[in-house]
């Protein structure tokens, strides 16, 4: 089994910028895609970022050049920083990995999501 542990959500003015957290623990040989998404009170779940094994990434238009995802395998770590927060960014947040567990088991994990909030 996997975990996936976010932190770093929290209450901020818009404008401001808040750096999210995911680690991973558990049976975990390599992870391949990690991803965050989000989810806003009465809207479906978005796909905010994306970042590949290889450290490609891929980004929801309406949050390109504000957010930045990035990761630390070696920490088995996916990092989100969110900078020019606007309240329409107002959500809760939510890792998600491929994780290879080995013996050509793998299986796709959420972490518990964190809230986001961007005020006015």
């Known amino acids: 089994q996997v975990q996936l542990v976010e932190s770093g959500g929290g209450l901020v003015q818009a404008g401001g910028s808040l750096r999210l957290s995911c680690a991973a623990s558990?049976?975990?040989?390599?992870?391949?895609?990690m991803r965050w998404y989000r989810q806003a009170p009465g809207k479906q779940r978005e796909l905010v970022a994306t970042?590949?094994?290889?450290?490609?990434?891929n980004y929801a238009g309406s949050v390109k050049g504000r957010f930045t995802i990035s990761r630390d395998n070696a920490k088995n770590t996916v990092y989100l920083q969110m900078s020019s927060l606007k309240p329409e960014d107002t959500a809760v947040y939510s890792c998600?990995?491929?994780?290879?567990?080995?013996?050509?088991?793998?299986?796709?994990?959420w972490g518990q999501g964190t809230q986001v909030t961007v005020s006015s």
């Open positions: 970042i590949t094994s290889g450290g490609s990434t």
């Open positions: 558990g049976s975990i040989f390599s992870i391949n895609a």
């Open positions: 998600n990995a491929d994780v290879n567990e080995g013996r050509g088991y793998q299986n796709n994990y």
